[in-house]
């Protein structure tokens, strides 16, 4: 991949990565074969939706303080599905990155919901364990700004 499309991607994302071969691997789907087994981001996204869960839980007790547990779940629920973060992905244009097998680019897997939210997550994993919960928290909340601010209206 050349340079400047690593740059506009991460200039999209809010987070410049200090390894390449991070963002990398958390845009590599499982069914691309490397050499260099397990190159793919299934445990990226295993934590990263652990650290994207714990962001909007975190942001909405701060903005919902006083609504009961229930009601904030649905708001995170709202939030965090694999249709948003899918929309999310394509908005940051990750389809275009994702590295994955020719059966999948065959069946068109850049647009599939499930991969697209999974490679959303796996960055965020990748961004956590880089840099901190600080970074990928501030990352996630400047990318669902205007989705978080919607909820208020509601």
Known sequence: MVDSSWAQLERSIGYTFKDHKNLQKALTHKSFVSVEK?????????????????VFS?????????????TMSKKRASLVNETVLSSVALELKLDQFLIMGKGEIKSDGARNPRILASVFEAIVGAMFLESGYEVAMK????????RIESLNSE
């Open 38 to 54: 397990n190159f793919n981001n299934e445990k990226l996204e295993f934590l990263g939706d652990a650290v994207v869960d714990l």
């Open 139 to 146: 990352a996630c909340r400047e990318l669902f700004q205007s």
């Open 58 to 70: 975190e942001w909405l007790l701060e903005l919902f303080f006083d609504e009961d547990e229930g």
